[in-house]
């Protein structure tokens, strides 16, 4: 099998994009209890919270007192969504150590996520990747709906090449790839990565990734053969997609790392104190939902074999 | 992308592996619609039933009635699981176009499962290949487990292989490697297939998979990258493994057909046809279970944008 880099980066970004759809508030000590559990286990970058405007974005109203609290685990990258210059400002004012900005490749994507057109929202981007030069802070920019919007359907690669390069031409340290709403495939995600590789080449590129379709995991391992070092998830898999109906949540946090420490792939990500974190979120977010590696265990987590087994045939072993 | 075949098969396994572990008995007349309507979704292959006895697996208690009032569609292969040499003669008297016999390649999995140590089994099957020999029916052997068993870990592939090579020399004309508790993962999906095909060039080899760890399609594409062109997979992912706590069931039928259509892979499988009788399965075995693909839909299956879009912005689309 083709394979990529024996060690890859895992961006957790369950504190941000889940925790901004739930309906729950989580109260700001338990946000940053997790995002401090969430430093123990490994990740090279969580994304901690987002500077919108508490108005647009209840759930997430207390971003600076989050960031400011938060213990900093030398290593980790702490990084935070940021709109627009006034959440560029507060951001910077707690010491976020990167800025992720967002916006579209798709245009009605683009007006129903952001109330902006694209080229609205692209000098939105830029007057941000502006204003941001003096800090020296990385500003990486994620483009979403790049393998499909819900709306507008496939979104031609050539607009998704024009917008990365002329967001990197501003300023922008880093783009990610976004499924926003599932609707990759494998051979589409190795096409797209290896075309912006080869557009801005040395790019940190990184993969966004849900699991809409049940595609997440085969399209990460389609990104990891091009190459692609960085990978989006979500702890239990939350997010969404408030637009599109069915849409699941972000590809899990530990699926991805499990499958590509089974393959001997480094990901600095601490399974175990991850699950413990995965088992306490039905509980965060006061609802249910599956989890289901949990359920199951790690591949190697074996089972005691049924009783009647030792009476009919004795101990019992495959050889070596 | 490294891609391997641009068409495959797939055999639909839901109205065996999938309604044996039912609690509620699926009525004949039910599971006779069940096979008739999946074999106008274009099938290769569909595994109906299984011979095994009565008593054993009450389910499938009608197999023969259920074999014998199903449609033939011309090109579709009808299988049944054969446990034993009374099986194979019930399955033969109604007309079953191809056998599958099933073992574990470990040992603990296969006395749990079949009540039989491996030895026994292989000697049972051997029987059954050669009582089958005069029939000149078709008989495929699944060894289970061979990714993982759930009582004694990994397998070796030297014992999958012995096992594998005894069972063709003894007249099996298939091998159907799978992951029975979904252990696999992408590299050694590729390993495993690619070792059993240098060890048996020529053999048709298909790969059975479980989705209990998310990394079902993952595994698929990394079987099919290795010249792998036959998969096992039930219809809403319908299945399980009785041993196994937390084991979700197959790989779901209509995500693979989604997935390599979506590659341009041709599987002969319609997935609208298909997603209707997914969207009636769990009235058929009377329960409720997820199906994402059957909630988000296919991929290009766009949304409406929300209504206040075009008030504010006009008509809107990405430009081509």
């Not at 819900?150 to 031409?169: C, N």
């Not at 692609?228 to 239990?236: C, E, L, N, P, Q």
């Not at 069915?246 to 990901?267: D, I």
């Not at 006061?286 to 074999?305: D, I, K, N, V």
Request: glycine content about 8%.
């Amino acid at each position: 099998m083709n394979t990529g880099t024996p060690r890859i980066e895992i961006n957790e970004v369950g504190p941000r994009d889940g925790l901004q759809i739930e309906k729950t508030f989580v109260a700001t000590d338990d946000k940053v209890a997790l995002v401090d559990a969430l430093s123990d286990c490994g990740f090279a970058r969580i994304e901690v919270t987002s500077f919108t405007s508490p108005k647009a974005i209840p759930a997430l109203a207390d971003a600076q007192e989050v960031m400011r609290r938060i213990r900093r685990r030398p290593g980790v990258v702490y990084t935070a969504l940021v709109p627009n210059i006034r959440g560029l400002e507060r951001a910077l004012e707690v010491g976020t150590d990167e800025m992720n900005l967002v916006m579209s490749s798709s245009e009605t994507h683009n007006r129903a996520n952001l109330r902006m057109t694209r080229d609205q929202s692209q000098a939105e981007l830029t007057a941000i990747l502006q204003a941001a030069k003096g800090s020296h802070v990385p500003c990486n920019v994620s483009l979403s709906t790049v393998f499909g919007c819900p709306f507008d359907g496939d979104v031609p690669v050539g607009e998704v090449l024009r917008l990365a390069t002329q967001l990197v031409e501003a300023g922008a340290t880093g783009i990610t790839l976004c499924d926003t709403t599932g609707m990759a495939y494998p051979t589409q995600v190795a096409a797209l990565c290896e075309a912006v590789s080869r557009a801005l080449p040395g790019l940190p590129i990184t993969i966004h990734l849900h699991n809409t379709r049940g595609m997440a995991l085969a399209n990460a391992i389609a990104a990891w053969q091009t190459g692609v070092t960085r990978f989006d998830a979500a702890a239990g898999g939350l997010g969404g997609c408030p637009f599109a109906p069915g849409a699941s949540g972000n590809v899990n946090t530990e699926e991805l790392v499990h499958m590509f420490e089974c393959m001997g792939v480094r990901t600095g990500v601490s399974l175990q104190p991850l699950l413990d974190i995965v088992q306490g979120l039905p509980q965060l977010v006061q609802r249910e939902f599956s989890t289901p590696l949990l359920a199951a265990g790690p591949r190697l987590a074996t089972h005691q074999p049924p009783a009647w087994l030792a009476e009919k045939f004795g101990p019992t072993q495959t050889p070596a």
